[in-house]
Every structure is written in C-alpha cells, then in structure tokens.
C-alpha cells in the first residue's frame, strides 16, 4: 500500500515537471449579439434525442430560449425564459399551479374574530382621524427641565465668546488692512519721489 502511494507521489511529480501543452483560444470574452443556437442530445449515444435547447439573443441584449426534457417519471417538461431589462422571467411547466377555487372557509369563530377585528378597527380609524386638540394647549408656555435650561445657558455663553473672539478677529483684520494700505501709500509716494 505504501509502495503504491510512493509510487502515485513520484508519478504526480514527473508528470507535473512536464510543460504543459499551449494551445490558442479562440474563445471570445463576450457572448456574440445577435446570437441564436438549438440543439438535441439523447441519454444513450445514438439513441433517441430527449432533451431540446434552444436560445437566441437580440442586439438590445434581450435572451429568450427555453429547454424540454423527459423527466424521471417519462413525462415532457418544458421551460421558456426571457432575459431582459427587467429580470430573468421563467414559464415552466414543471412549476406547481394554484388552484385558483380552493380557498379554504373561515370557521365561525375565525370569522366572528375578522369582524371584531374590523369593527375596531374603524373605531379606532375614525378616532385618529380627527384632530385633538388640548384645552389651553395655545396658551400653555412650555417649561424646561433644570438640564435643558443649563445646557441652554452654557450653549448661549459660550455662543457670546464665540461671537467676541470673532468680532476681535474682524476688527484685527481691519486694522491690518488699513496698515497695508498705509505702507502701500507710503511706498507709493517714496517711488513717485525718487523717478
């Protein structure tokens, strides 16, 4: 056993030290548009075709085809689908069908809770649906908690410091431009004395 596996071992790795055959491709990264393409292939080599494909694909890059089989029960199943802007669209015949008539009935308390249900319901809908409004509600003034009015007074502090220290820097501003200002006419007038 062992001797098989050293065997196996050493034959993966001659075989793997061999350059590997380069063939060119002819394969393209796209798929062709417009395309179209249908065959049959059978379960037995020469035997009898029991499955169909066929597809084909529009230059707007819209795909319909669809494929038959016989399934395990011999019986012909058949899928058709489209492939467009909006989704991957399946009709198969192998997809169960509902049956449109068989609803089950509600019993007599399920439909005696549905109506209880829908009576509140409404209540409930008409009472929402108007609009309440407080007694004194238009002249009550609202009150702040002791955090709200503190954080308030910090909040309007440190807004006044905010708004000094940015008077403080306009008016720095200000005055640096009127030194410029100066300094050029002074430059100006030494130029205009020396030519």
Known sequence: MEKNIALLLVSVVVCS???????????????????????????????????????????????RGGYAYL??????????????DNGFHVDSSALPIAN????PRDTYAVAKAKANHENLY??????????????????????????????????HKQFDQIAAEHARIAAEHERMAELEEKERELAEEQRLAYV
């Open 122 to 155: 409404q209540r409930i809908a008409l009472t929402n649906s108007k609009v309440q409004v407080a007694p004194n509600a238009l002249h009550r003034q609202l009150q702040h908690t002791a955090a709200v009015s503190s954080n308030r007074a910090a909040f």
């Open 100 to 103: 449109p008539v068989a609803h």
């Open 71 to 84: 399934d395990p029960n011999n019986e012909w199943q058949k899928v058709e689908y489209v492939a467009d």
């Open 17 to 63: 030290s061999f350059p590997a055959a380069q063939f060119p491709t002819t394969t393209t990264s796209l798929a062709p548009r417009p395309f179209k393409y249908a065959f049959a292939s059978g379960r037995v080599p020469g035997g009898k075709p029991d499955r169909y494909t066929q597809s084909e694909g529009d230059a707007n890059g819209v795909i």
